[in-house]
């Protein structure tokens, strides 16, 4: 299965994916981890989003294939994203969750934007502004929605646990 973790910088997705990969023991693929790589290399470019989404649908592909359990951790800001990782789940032959993660109180999502360290070498965070002005375009297909807002860890997990199959 490919469970597929979607939503704004500080919303949780890369603490309840971290957590949620360890508990289950299943593959996590960061695509902020992927990016910064490319960034880092020796192609010179500066921003990577296509190249470390094409790569993270790969890597996905290739564990799937295995009979692993991915997460996959991005913004997946869009339609062609977030259909692109449908796509990685279909070429293999698996099944996928689209989970969208939200902190539906904008006091506590902004601190957490504004609190965090990154853990990412040479990644720059972005900024509370940078985040209100990214594009996300709204989902027009079903898809379960964890609001992290107010709850530990332990609660956003079960409650994503309980829409897995």
């Known amino acids: 299965m490919l469970i597929i973790l979607a939503g704004l910088p500080g919303s949780g997705k890369s603490t309840v994916g971290r957590e ?4 289950l023991a ?10 910064q790589a490319i960034i880092r290399s020796s192609l010179g470019v500066e921003t990577a989003e296509e190249a470390g989404y094409l790569a993270g649908y790969g890597v996905a592909v290739d564990n799937l294939r295995l009979g692993r359990t991915v997460i996959a951790d991005s913004v ?13 789940a279909a070429e293999a032959g698996c099944e996928a969750i689209d989970v969208e993660m939200i902190c539906s109180d904008a006091v506590e ?3 957490r934007v504004e609190t965090r360290a990154t853990d990412i070498k040479g990644l720059t965070l972005p900024t509370w502004q ?16 964890v609001d992290t807002a107010g709850k530990t860890i332990d609660d956003c997990i079960d409650e994503l646990l309980a829409h897995l199959p």
């Open 76 to 88: 997946n800001p869009v339609e062609e994203s977030r259909t692109g990782w449908r796509a990685a």
């Open 20 to 23: 949620l990969a360890r508990r």
């Open 26 to 35: 299943v593959i996590y693929l960061r695509i902020d981890t992927m990016e």
């Open 130 to 145: 940078d985040v209100m002005d990214r594009e996300y375009v709204p989902w027009d297909r079903d898809h379960v929605v």
């Open 109 to 111: 999502h902004r601190r």
